[in-house]
C-alpha cells in the first residue's frame, strides 16, 4: 500500500481528487493549503509542487499534480473504486476526455470569477471579467444538463451511467456556481445530481473535512 500525502484547498478544485481519495478507502493524511494566505507560496510546499497550487498528492515521497494525473493514479493503484471504467479503452478514453474537460475547459473560466485581477488589472475591470464568464460557464453547464438528462433517461443515476471520478468533479463545479449565486434553475438533473453525490459516504467525509480545515484557517486569521 503506497503512503498517501494529500494536500488540498479547502473548497477548491483539489475537492475532485479529495473525493476520489476517499472514494478508494485507502488510508492517507490530508493538510489544508490556505490558499488566501498564500501558504501555496511558501519555500517548503513550491519544494514539492513548483507550480504553487493544489491538489497535491506525495506518493512515496514523489509528488503527484494535476487532477486528473492524480485521478488517473488512484483509478489505477485501487481498481476497486472503479474511478475510471476498467477493459474498454473507449469507455476509459470517453471519461478521461470529459476530466480534462473539467480542467482545461470549464475550470479555467471560473477562474475569472474568482480572480478577476489576474486576467485584467484594468481600474473597474474586475466586475465585467467576472460578467464575461457567466455567459461560457452557462453555456458549459447546459452540456453537463444534457449529459446528465441522457443518463437519467437511461436508468441511471452517474454522468457516466457507473460512477466514477467525474461526479467528483461536477460536484465541485456546482458547489462553485453557489458560491458565485450563479443562477442554475435551468439545470435540474445537475441539481439532484448534487443532492446525490451529498448523500456519498466519501462526499461527506471530504467535506467534513474541509470545513473542519476552513474553519482552522479563519480562527487562525
Ligand atoms: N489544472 C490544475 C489546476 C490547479 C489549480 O488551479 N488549483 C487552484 C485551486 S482551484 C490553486 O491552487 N490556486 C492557487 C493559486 O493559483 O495561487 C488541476 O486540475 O489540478
Known sequence: ??????FFGPGACSLASHIALEETGAPFTAKAVA???GEQQAPEYLA????????LLVIDGKPLT???????????????????PTGDALQEAEVLSFLAWCTAGIHPVFSRMFGPQRFC???DSADNVKKLAVGPTA???ALIEKMLAN?????????????SAADGYLFVFWRWAQFHKLDVSAYPNYAKHFERMLARPSVQRAMAREQAAQA??????
Do not use: H
Open 151 to 163: 443518463t437519467v433517461q437511461a436508468g441511471k443515476d452517474w454522468l457516466f451511467g457507473d460512477f
Open 1 to 6: 500500500m503506497p503512503q498517501l500525502n494529500f
Open 139 to 141: 453555456q458549459n453547464f
Open 121 to 123: 488589472d484594468l481600474p
Open 35 to 37: 490558499l488566501r494566505k
Open 48 to 55: 514539492m509542487n513548483p507550480k504553487g497550487k493544489v491538489p
Open 216 to 221: 482552522e484557517i479563519e480562527k487562525a486569521a
Open 66 to 84: 494535476e487532477n486528473v494525473a492524480i485521478l488517473s493514479y488512484l483509478a489505477k493503484t485501487f481498481p476497486q473504486a472503479k474511478l475510471l
